[in-house]
């Protein structure tokens, strides 16, 4: 039955703090590896040394550019995976049951061997968490690494998701949102931590983290050199008049 | 959204089939005779069953197609399989009762016209459904689908009756289907111009939270090549010549058709002629359809750059 659960026992996800990610696709090339060898079939690739490499990821970084209106431009690097909805629509148009999710921990999967590759469900997604695998031909996404979090036989602090285990920065965090005590839940309330595209009605479990205030020099928008010289002294100020007198460049 | 030709051709040619079964149970005058009873309904049965295998096409594991009859509870495509499934069934039984007693029940056949409109109703809600594609999000999607299959079906039954009643009534019906379809189209496309991702307050600020610091412009895609996303999603070749398009299909679908069907109706001729009424009618939609997705935006542009034309 593909309707959403009314409730999960728990709700786990992922915190994204974009402003301690530095955009260096670690998290998208360990995302690739274990997946493509631990859940369901393996990732594909076409033509990977070709000239037009593509093929199925279930973590990709934009890159965005933001303009504050008084400020310099900054850069924001924004990693982008299944947010695992409470309200998921990919869920409930799948027409054959392939698309759930699960009462326990709130984690969206994909039942391989039941998807046709109809593809309705990458297209309700608002965020593109979903991509048709190109050699397999079912539906891929983000699992929350569910075979890595519940699996006795690694290390326990392996036992996360392994884009949030290889995030050299600590951007990415993982744990329980329906617990007002734990990691994330706590970092959403101390950062402000917000939903992406909250007009679909997705309910994302996954949040993320704003870009920290910058600090804002006052040279950097509104001085030149030139203005500076004048309120020099001592011997730069000295060699300055001394240099301005030999003419003009 | 990228317009697969598997997708275009089952929407348009299921539609234009179900319609004719519609027609076809609702007791619109056709031939008697058993060659009649066999070739009609083979018709009509052949073009819908044509359009759902060519759906299976679009799959990436048509062998599996079977599983969509499960989830009729929460899922428009399901329901659609369902729902194309019971109507043909019913037809057959219909037409087989058709063949060996040459009788049209009824009772049977209005359940019978019921179940293949909702299957065309079922058809474009799985595309009204989607709150990601604000062109597909409206009640006026599901009309449109209806008014175009009730408009096929009544111009195809028409003319397949034409023999017997010249100048008759269906020239009339099928010059006000036709007009009332289009009617609708127009109304859809008139609130499409408007519906823009944005309209809907969907925008890259939304898209990434980064409104409250900024403007938000794309820097970098996230890898250098195309990928499923974008080819499916983020197409934007087929808007280049969307209003050469519109031209086309208007005057294939609604300016051709009408003329014959007023012509038909007003020199009280055969309702034969309606066949190439009905042939222009098709080729007007298949470039209808092709608009329908070709020009409608998914949210999921947003994280892409937005719409680049």
């Not at chain 1, 690097?77 to 799948?94: R, Y």
């Amino acid at each position: 039955m593909t309707s959403l659960p009314e409730t999960t026992e728990r709700a786990l996800g992922l915190v994204i703090d974009l402003d301690t990610c530095v955009g260096c696709h670690a998290c998208v090339v360990n995302c690739k590896e274990w997946n493509t060898g631990g859940y369901g079939a393996p990732l594909a690739d076409m033509n990977p040394y070709g000239a037009e490499p593509e093929g199925a990821w279930l973590n990709r970084i934009h890159t965005f550019e933001v303009s504050p209106v008084d400020a310099p431009a900054s850069i924001v690097h924004f990693p982008k995976s299944c947010l695992h909805c409470a309200d998921a629509p990919c869920v409930t148009v799948c027409p054959t049951g392939a698309s759930y999710k699960r009462s326990e921990d709130g984690i969206v999967l994909v039942d391989e061997s039941m998807c046709i590759g109809c593809g309705l469900c990458a297209w309700s997604c608002p965020y593109g968490a979903r991509e048709m695998d190109p050699v397999e031909n079912v539906m891929k996404k983000c699992t929350l690494c569910v075979d890595r979090i519940y699996n006795d036989n690694i290390p326990e602090e392996d036992r996360v998701p392994a884009c949030v285990r290889t995030c050299p920065s600590g951007a990415r965090h993982f744990g329980d949102f329906s617990d007002p005590q734990s990691n994330v839940s706590q970092l959403v309330a101390e950062r402000g931590g917000f939903d992406l595209m909250p007009e679909m009605g997705t309910a994302p479990v996954n949040k993320y983290l704003p870009p920290r205030p910058k600090a804002k020099p006052e040279c950097a928008t509104t001085t030149t050199p030139a203005s500076v010289q004048a309120e020099v002294g001592g011997f730069l100020g000295w060699l300055d008049r001394a240099l301005e007198k030999l003419g003009k460049d | 959204m990228h317009p697969a030709i598997s997708v275009i051709f089952f929407t348009v040619t299921s539609g234009a089939g179900f319609g004719l079964i519609a027609m076809i149970g609702a007791g619109m005058p056709l031939p008697g005779g058993l060659l009649s009873a066999f070739l009609i309904p083979a018709l009509a049965g052949g073009m819908a069953i044509a359009g759902l295998v060519a759906s299976t096409f679009h799959l990436g594991r048509p062998e599996r197609a079977w599983r969509a009859f499960s989830q009729w509870r929460s899922s428009w495509l399901s329901r659609e399989g369902v729902l194309a499934v019971t109507t043909l069934v019913l037809f057959a039984i219909y037409t087989l009762i058709w063949m060996v007693t040459g009788e049209r029940l009824f009772w049977l056949g209005l359940p019978l016209a019921i179940c293949a409109l909702l299957t065309v109703y079922t058809t474009a809600m799985i595309y009204a459904q989607l709150k990601t594609v604000p062109h597909w999000h409206t009640g006026l999607t599901p009309l449109s689908y209806l008014a175009f299959s009730l408009a096929c079906g009544l111009v195809l039954a028409g003319s397949l009756g034409g023999h017997l009643q010249p100048g008759s009534l269906a020239a009339r019906l099928s010059f006000f289907a036709i007009l009332i379809a289009w009617l609708v189209k127009y109304l859809w496309w008139k609130r499409a111009h408007g519906a823009s991702l944005s309209a809907f307050g969907s925008t890259m600020e939304t898209a990434t939270g980064l409104g409250a610091i900024g403007k938000v412009r794309l820097l970098e895609r996230p890898h250098t090549g195309e990928n499923y996303l974008t080819r499916e999603m983020v197409h934007v070749i087929g808007r280049k010549h969307a209003s050469k398009l519109r031209t086309i299909a208007v005057f294939l679908g609604a300016g051709l058709p009408l003329l014959i069907a007023f012509g038909v109706w007003i020199l009280s001729a055969s309702t034969v002629w309606l066949v190439f009424a009905f042939v222009s009618l098709m080729a007007g939609l298949f470039v209808e359809r092709w608009l329908f997705f070709a020009e409608a935006e998914h949210a999921v542009s947003l994280y892409y750059g937005g719409r680049e034309d």
